[in-house]
């Protein structure tokens, strides 16, 4: 488990092709690597990935295809990614429970300088429309946030700028693609919603 917030930005120094999927190197400077073992889960982009190998601040991670078909912002090499290590059960949770599982992948429709923050607006995919609403939580590509407002399947979000500095969204532009992962509490009340009715 993670909690959406971000503890250093990432670059894929290398991106190997492995029998259709890839193996990443990405290398960190602020992620603090001492305490990493093989084995151990980082979320890359929203992305829970497992660590195969590590050389210092590098550490290496496979990703099979049908992660990459379901993804975005993992297959370039120079790329910048959002990390994040998994969660222990003393940490703080700062953001809201966020699995590493992407649910799909959004397109931005607008990203505007508001004054005081940036207003990002994401299209996402008809299917987890549902699941956003106001004042609810949302991942994107890896980063916690609160939804400001829904209007079918398109909702809005505000990044502060502390957000935009500490984080790949300042990356974003419209017609940018992210990855989305919708609050787990979201799916476990339609889950037994639908067995209340059976």
Same mark, same amino acid.
């Given at each position: 488990?993670?909690?959406?917030?971000?503890?250093?930005?990432?670059?894929?120094?290398?991106?190997?092709?492995?029998?259709?999927?890839?193996?990443?190197?990405?290398?960190?400077e602020?992620l603090?690597?001492?305490?990493?073992?093989? &084995?151990d889960?980082?979320a890359?982009?929203?992305v829970?990935?497992?660590?195969?190998?590590?050389d210092?601040a590098v550490?290496?991670?496979?990703?099979?295809?049908?992660?990459?078909?379901?993804?975005?912002?993992?297959?370039?090499q120079?790329?910048?990614?959002?990390?994040?290590?998994?969660?222990?059960?003393?940490?703080?949770?700062?953001?809201?429970?966020?699995?590493?599982?992407?649910?799909?992948? &959004?397109?931005?429709?607008?990203?505007?300088?508001?004054?005081?923050s940036?207003?990002?607006?994401?299209?996402?995919p @008809?299917?987890?429309?549902?699941?956003?609403?106001?004042?609810?939580?949302?991942?994107?590509?890896?980063v916690?946030?609160?939804?400001?407002?829904?209007?079918?399947s398109?909702?809005?979000?505000?990044?502060?700028?502390?957000?935009l500095?500490?984080?790949?969204?300042?990356?974003?532009?419209?017609?940018s693609?992210?990855?989305?992962?919708?609050?787990?509490?979201?799916?476990?009340v339609?889950?037994?919603? @639908?067995?209340?009715?059976k």
């Amino acid at each position: 488990m993670f909690s959406g917030i971000i503890a250093d930005v990432g670059l894929i120094t290398r991106a190997e092709d492995r029998d259709g999927g890839l193996r990443l190197s990405v290398a960190t400077e602020a992620l603090g690597m001492d305490d990493v073992r093989i &084995g151990d889960s980082i979320a890359v982009n929203g992305v829970c990935l497992t660590v195969v190998k590590k050389d210092g601040a590098v550490f290496t991670v496979d990703v099979s295809r049908e992660t990459l078909n379901c993804t975005v912002g993992l297959e370039r090499q120079g790329g910048h990614v959002n990390l994040e290590k998994a969660l222990r059960l003393s940490d703080r949770l700062g953001g809201h429970l966020v699995s590493g599982h992407v649910d799909g992948v &959004g397109e931005v429709v607008a990203f505007n300088d508001i004054g005081e923050s940036w207003r990002l607006a994401v299209r996402a995919p @008809q299917k987890l429309a549902k699941y956003i609403a106001t004042k609810g939580s949302i991942t994107i590509n890896g980063v916690s946030l609160t939804v400001n407002h829904v209007a079918g399947s398109e909702f809005d979000v505000n990044l502060i700028p502390h957000t935009l500095e500490a984080t790949t969204l300042n990356e974003l532009k419209a017609g940018s693609k992210v990855n989305l992962e919708i609050d787990l509490i979201a799916r476990y009340v339609e889950r037994m919603m @639908q067995a209340e009715k059976k």
